[in-house]
């Protein structure tokens, strides 16, 4: 829907982001072109990021990398602007579930981005996730997904300014699309476009044929699997989710069925498995707290006005200004 508006761009998963950022330091100082020459070369050619998905140019990224702003956010949204430029458009934006989760991370990489979060019902994810022909954890890992988004997004709430975090409910954008995106375009500072609420035209080019799980993208906008859980969840499982998710469900505003407790061992194999989560989590992110002592260069993309300005580069009078926001 955000990808049928006239100025915004939004490709498919493109999976290069976070390990990018991950990997930054293996090339080196990213002010020398022959590294973003590297990083851009691995972007575009590792099996495992998607990069032709985008449907760019290769050589052409690799060479406007090595030609841009010397930082990693400059090398990867790059990647991301010739996408918009594709469609002949002025912004573009990137999605994925675990986004939520990586706020901080995103930040450091697009210092003027906005975040849209969707919320759907912990139930219909669980469902959806457990259903993914990609997905090869068990129902603990699906519930615990779920709850760390939502935990995630409830401390986004509350530190993140007005203009740079935004939530809606998928069944209040299925139930009343006109006035959600009207909303949403609000919050991007964006005219609403009629075009948004039939997002199937641009479902045909943007989401790829082997996604057979966004098949609903080639079609209206449909309230038919709102409610689903019931009939796609086990028993146990319903029991588990409204068990240790429901203060969480019934905060976002979603009723709960009133089903049986659930079993003591499930109970205690979704807490281990929330706890192994956790510790992994608190791993990952003390690794990346000592990298970024370290840090050969800069990786904040240089790439808008906006994070130019945020950068402390003033802005030249021959440069044409580039007023979108990530």
Not at 24 to 32: H, Q
Not at 76 to 104: E, N
Request: a positive charge; glycine letters at 6%; charged letters at 30%.
């Amino acid at each position: 829907m955000l990808h049928s508006h006239p100025r915004i761009a939004v490709p498919p998963e493109t999976r290069f982001l976070v390990p990018a950022y991950y990997r930054r330091r293996i090339f080196g100082d990213l002010r020398v072109a022959s590294a973003r020459q590297a990083l851009a070369q691995w972007i575009a050619t590792d099996k495992n990021t998607k990069f032709r998905e985008l449907k760019i140019d290769k050589d052409e990224y690799v060479q406007e990398s090595a030609d841009g702003p010397g930082s990693l956010g400059s090398v990867i949204g790059t990647a991301f602007r010739m996408y918009a430029d594709r469609f002949g458009k002025a912004r573009w934006g990137d999605k994925r579930p675990s986004y939520v989760k990586q706020v901080d991370l995103l930040l450091r990489l697009f210092p003027d981005a906005q975040f849209v979060h969707l919320i759907r019902d912990g139930r219909d994810c669980v469902s959806s996730l457990k259903e993914m022909p990609w997905y090869t954890l068990d129902s603990f890992h699906a519930v615990s997904t779920w709850a760390e988004a939502m935990d995630a997004g409830a401390k986004l709430r509350k530190s993140m300014p007005e203009d740079s975090y935004y939530e809606l409910r998928y069944e209040d954008l299925t139930e009343d699309p006109t006035t959600e995106m009207k909303k949403l375009c609000h919050f991007l500072e964006e005219d609403f476009d009629q075009a948004m609420l039939s997002p199937r035209e641009a479902a045909q080019v943007a989401v790829p044929v082997h996604k057979v799980w966004h098949s609903n993208t080639h079609g209206e906008v449909t309230k038919s699997r709102v409610g689903s859980w019931s009939t796609r969840l086990e028993d146990w499982e319903i029991a588990l989710c409204e068990q240790v998710l429901g203060e969480r469900l019934e905060a976002m505003g979603y009723e709960l069925s009133g089903t049986e407790k659930a079993a003591k061992e499930h109970v205690l194999a979704f807490q281990k498995t929330m706890q192994k989560r956790r510790a992994s989590r608190m791993r990952k992110g003390m690794r990346d707290r000592i990298n970024r002592l370290r840090e050969p260069s800069p990786v904040a993309a240089l790439l808008t006005t906006g994070q130019r300005a945020l950068a402390g580069i003033p802005q030249q009078r021959a440069e044409t200004p580039l007023t979108e926001r990530v």
